[in-house]
Structure formats: structure tokens, C-alpha cells
């Protein structure tokens, strides 16, 4: 299986800030990564697919980047609806493998 | 409109069978690949499956070969994720999803979940 790992694990950030959050994956996985957000009670939220496209109906502050091993996740300034769980996925190859998630809170 | 409506709520005994239903309307069902991915309590998304309706291919993470079974009824446009035996670390949110107008087989469609909790 193609391991995923995100850093930070969990961050604080407040209202207005600059957040990226990376996602490193084991092998080459060409721009073949996905991003969700996902809150309690809620489905994920896809956001960003195939590493830098931005899906329909999500606002142009959230981007992605990046390509083979390491993307990002970058949201421009911070709004309150967007602290979540964030999460990376390759749909490389299967098993489309998930990172372990990056819980972003309030400051 | 897309929709995927998953069964309800779920409580069950260790040892017991379950079977819990993804219904898909709104599109061509047997086109699509569907897709089922775990969420145990407090921890990550987990990505445990996926079929494609029209021939019933299926792949399988290594996690969850052999300890779930993965199937769908293109007839009633509903996949299926169901175990035999249930166990206490089945308990969990399960959600379907499918990889529809996005690109890169990301799922861009959700179900609302199913929470299946195993006590005795």
C-alpha cells in the first residue's frame, strides 16, 4: 500500500491566517491526491482533486499543490467554517489510501 | 441530483451478521464506481473498498479482504458492505461514496453515513 503522511498532525490558527498543511506519500503518485475536509457529524468534503484543481462550489481560498511525493494544502485566510479535519488521499493506485488527518482548531 | 441514501443506524452483538445498503440516484448507478470508507471512533478516514456496479469488479484494501464482503445490485441501484461475524472494532461510521464529475477517482459524492455499533 502507498502510505500517506500529513503534517502537522493538528494545528491552532485564528481567524485570518495563512494554513498549509503537507502531505508526503511513499511513492511517486504522480498529481494523483485528493483533499477533504471533514466535520464531526458531517460526510467528508472533497476540495481539492488531482493535487491542484478546485472542486465546484469550494471557495478559491482553499489551493493545492504539488506533485510525485509531496503536496500541500494551502487556505489563504482562515474563515470560522473552516476549522476541521483535513485529509490527503492517493487515488493512484489502490488501496486509495487516506493520510492520517490534520485537525486545523481555533486559536 | 446525485444522491447516495445509506441505511440506518445500526446496533448489533458480537457474532452477528449485518448488512448495510448505499442507494444511489440521480445518475447512471452500474457507470460508477462506489466506493465504502470506515471512520472509527475518534481516529481517520479509512478507505476500505470499492465496486464498479455494471460488471461487479471489486478491490479491496488488505485491511478489510476477507473480513468484509463488498457487493451491489445495479437493478436497485444500491451497493452493499456486510460482514458475517461482526466484532466489538467493527463499531464505527461507515460511509459510501462515489467518484462522479471530479477527476482522479476522488469522491465527490457522500452518503450521510451509517453508524454501526457491536455491543454486548
Known amino acids: 500500500d502507498i502510505q500517506m503522511t500529513q503534517s502537522p498532525s493538528s494545528l491552532s490558527a485564528s481567524v485570518g491566517d495563512r494554513v498549509t498543511i503537507t502531505c508526503r506519500a511513499s511513492q511517486s503518485i504522480s498529481t494523483y491526491l485528493n483533499w477533504y475536509q471533514h466535520k464531526p457529524g458531517k460526510a467528508p468534503k472533497l476540495l481539492i482533486y488531482?493535487?491542484?484543481s478546485l472542486q465546484s462550489g469550494v471557495p478559491s481560498r482553499f489551493s493545492g499543490s504539488g506533485s510525485g511525493t509531496d503536496f500541500t494544502l494551502t487556505i489563504s485566510s482562515l474563515q470560522p467554517e473552516d476549522f476541521a479535519t483535513f485529509y490527503c488521499?492517493?487515488?493512484?493506485?489502490?488501496?486509495?489510501?487516506f493520510g492520517q488527518g490534520t485537525n486545523l482548531e481555533i486559536k | 441530483e446525485v444522491q447516495l441514501v445509506q441505511s440506518g443506524a445500526e446496533v448489533k452483538q458480537p457474532g452477528e451478521s449485518l448488512k448495510i445498503s448505499c442507494k444511489g440516484s440521480?445518475?447512471?448507478?452500474?457507470?460508477?464506481?462506489i466506493g465504502w470508507v470506515r471512520q472509527m471512533p475518534g481516529k481517520g478516514l479509512e478507505w476500505m473498498g470499492i465496486?464498479?456496479?455494471?460488471?461487479?469488479?471489486?478491490r479491496y484494501s488488505p485491511s478489510f479482504q476477507g473480513q468484509v464482503t463488498i457487493s451491489a445490485d445495479k437493478s436497485i441501484s444500491t451497493a452493499y458492505l456486510q460482514w458475517s461475524s461482526l466484532k466489538a472494532s467493527d463499531t464505527a461510521m461507515y460511509y459510501c461514496a462515489i467518484p462522479y464529475g471530479s477527476g482522479s477517482y476522488s469522491f465527490d459524492y457522500w452518503g450521510q453515513g451509517t453508524l454501526v455499533t457491536v455491543s454486548s
Open positions: 488521499q492517493q487515488s493512484y493506485i489502490t488501496p486509495y489510501t
Open positions: 465496486i464498479y456496479p455494471g460488471d461487479s469488479d471489486t
Open positions: 440521480g445518475y447512471t448507478f452500474a457507470n460508477y464506481w
Open positions: 488531482a493535487a491542484s
